[in-house]
């Protein structure tokens, strides 16, 4: 049995207010994307008023009291307390998703941001040390640039919807904050038996959901030729497959058929501007195009481009006219837009800016390109979905852990063994309690995906709100006739269009963002 120093911050250092020994039945509980929490409960023989704010650490971790512990007074010197302390980083939920007003202050609850995973958490970051301190950003995955809307959000509740958007994980250490799916090879393996690691295994299903074993897969009904595949709308798998389908799992499950659309999937090329006309804002050039956009136009359909970095990242434009010989574009000014010109002198292409052809039918190698993509992505989709999703709970030999010094953490790889349950492999540890009584007592629980975790909502006090998270290429539709600005960019509504925070220039749709010297977003005068 451990005791535990419970801490008030003072001045010049901590104090300890009173030291603890939990029952038998406290325990440290940690879930991938859930809870990171210490239950305690204990005896005291006077009465301790504990504050929020007052904190321990346990196990490596500093835990803090978020809410008031239950009380049971038996007489005037013995009293009976339930205690929950959370990780540092629920005070995420404490604070909210804000960006720029006018007054270049994070007050703005109600915005919409086009940005990659880097921005969102560089955003999230400035929001939490707008409060706190010492919020630091760790690993980030690398991911195209989406549209997102946010409203009266906390930072815990966006981190949980990046995660969704982006599809990855977010995790926590301290408070550096991860958006990326992280897990380490322990080398560790558990079986049943004497000195093999495991008391007893339980094998659940994770959800109700179920097995797929045949897949029908289309894309996006962007950039396909009129006459495509005997005029599907659609973007199919490719003719070699044989089939509109993918199989796997059949001979074990039967045929059990679902449709899934991957909508962000078409022929496209993402091009890179290599030229810009100094003296003409609606001209710039792509010396890498590989075809005449001129042999590629849809009868009736005006040609576009759509930036996806730069000032003018989330604006789509007509194409006036495309110039083969020079490879220069000159496209024409978005009239959606109303609060300032687009492009112009403020806003304009720039050399290495990244865009995409909408509206055109995308040459055969493209669209070739595209249905492999859709192949592989639903291949992907029907690996993870062709067998039952299962977890594995698991009451490990603390006498095994503790001749081996083992102590793994949520997201580490363990090797499970048993010929029953037909489980023999690496598999994630998701969640798991840790005893008081002996730092070496777990319980695991394994699984090959993290189920969804209602942490955020609850912690915010709204759960799905409906909230539309656009990804900018999804915004874009085939059957436009003018030019389409992808998400809503008027600062009237506050909303604004944003690149990497650390990486200038960052475009807005009135005033322009700056970066000051302190690595704070500022909109420049």
Known sequence: MIAIDIKRNGSPDPVIITTIKPDSNSNQSKAVMGDNVINLQFDLSTYILFRIGDWCEVYGEKYYINKLPVIKKQSKYFYEYNLTMQAAYYDLAKVQYMFLNEDNELQEGDFSLMGNPSSFIDLLIQNANRIGSGWLKGEVIVADYVNMSFQAESCLEVLSRLATQFNTEYKIEGKTIHLAKKQKDTGYTFRIGKDRGLYDITRSNLDSSNVITRLY??????????????YSTR??????????????????????????????????????????????????????????????????????????????????????????????????????????????????????????????????????AAEEELRIKAQAWLDANSDPLLTYALTVDPVYMRKRRITPDIGNMVYIMDTELEVSRQIRITSFTRSFEDMYSYQFVLSDTVSSNPIADLYSGQGATGRDINDINGSLNNKASENNLVGDVTIDQGTLIILDITTPPIGVTLTPLSIGSDGKLYKSS
């Open 217 to 230: 897969a289309f894309g996006s009904d962007k950039n396909l030729p009129p006459d495509y595949r005997n």
């Open 235 to 368: 973007l199919k798998l490719p003719v070699s497959v044989g089939e509109i389908y993918l199989e796997k799992n059949t001979a074990l499950y039967g045929t059990i058929e679902h449709t899934e659309i991957f909508d962000t999937i078409y022929p496209h090329r993402t091009g890179k501007v290599t030229a810009v006309d100094a003296t003409n804002f609606y001209r710039f050039k792509d010396l890498t195009i590989d075809f005449n956009v001129n042999d590629y136009l849809l009868p009736g359909v005006s040609a576009k481009v759509t930036f996806n970095t730069g000032q003018l990242a989330g604006y789509t434009f007509d194409i006036q006219k495309f110039d083969n010989s020079t490879k220069e574009f000159t496209v024409l000014k978005n009239k959606n837009e109303k609060s300032i010109d687009v492009p112009s002198v403020d806003f304009r292409p720039a050399i290495a800016d990244l865009y995409v052809l909408v509206d055109i039918q995308m040459p055969e190698s493209y669209v070739t």
